[in-house]
């Protein structure tokens, strides 16, 4: 079946790097656009990007841009989150997620939490 | 883009009805019918319950279901369980790259 996994999260001090990473599994991936979300501690959910199947075309959300990185490896089964000049309110849970019909986010991983914090 | 708006609390009681609003403009919901709500229980990721409006992934029962007019969509649950407890999100394609957006979420109680 379908698993998603993220990891890489952490601690990290305000201007520090974190890259994240959503390996993948029971399904063609190649196939896929992948989805990040972010949710910060207990408000509600945010884009934060997607990557197409091509490993090029990228899009990110407009206060993101510049910041955040997204990159994937298709024959790792495997999408990265770069995260630059972190800042104290980019501390959330960090998710992926497939692209599916109608624009939905059809499978989740479980995320991994990003915490920025000197 | 702005998050679409959605009433922070509903509630009904075991076997009622609960049916939870999601509002947009004439730029995502009202635009696209791209629409999707997602379920999301405690210290869990959210799992999605209806797409394209109306429509449910396999597996999910069909006390969900979803519908829009104009620029607003609905999500009603039927026949409400105890395990229905969640926070609700709703999502809308909006038109600009890849870019969803969503709704800030609905925490239903089970009464």
């Known amino acids: 079946q379908v698993q998603l996994v993220e990891s890489g999260g952490g601690v990290v001090q305000p201007g520090r790097s974190l890259r994240l990473s959503c390996a993948a599994s029971?399904?063609?991936?190649?196939?896929?656009?992948m989805y990040w979300v972010r949710q910060a501690p207990g408000k509600g959910l945010e884009w934060v990007g997607a990557i197409w199947f091509d490993e090029v075309t990228t899009y990110y959300t407009d206060s993101l841009k510049g910041r955040f990185t997204i990159s994937r490896d298709n024959s790792r089964k495997t999408t990265f989150l770069q995260m630059n000049g972190l800042r104290a309110e980019d501390t959330a849970m960090y998710y992926c997620?497939?692209?599916?019909?109608?624009?939905?986010?059809?499978?989740w991983g479980p995320g991994t939490p990003v915490t920025v914090s000197s | 883009q702005s998050a679409l708006s959605q009433p922070p609390s509903a509630s009904g009681s075991l076997g009622q009805s609960v049916t939870i609003s999601c509002s947009g403009s004439?730029?995502?919901?009202?635009?696209?019918?791209?629409v999707s709500w997602y379920q999301q229980r405690p210290d869990k990721a959210p799992t999605l319950l209806i797409f394209?409006?109306?429509e449910r992934p396999s597996g999910v029962p069909d006390r969900f279901s979803g519908s829009k007019s104009g620029i607003t969509a609905s999500l009603t649950i039927s026949g409400l369980q105890s395990d229905d407890e969640a926070i609700y999100y709703c999502?809308?394609?909006?038109?600009?790259?890849?870019?969803?957006?969503f709704g800030g979420g609905t925490t239903v109680t089970v009464l």
């Open positions: 999502s809308s394609y909006a038109g600009s790259d890849a870019s969803v957006i």
């Open positions: 004439r730029n995502d919901i009202g635009e696209y019918n791209q």
């Open positions: 394209g409006v109306t």
């Open positions: 997620a497939t692209l599916g019909l109608s624009h939905s986010l059809n499978h």
């Open positions: 029971g399904f063609t991936f190649s196939s896929y656009v």
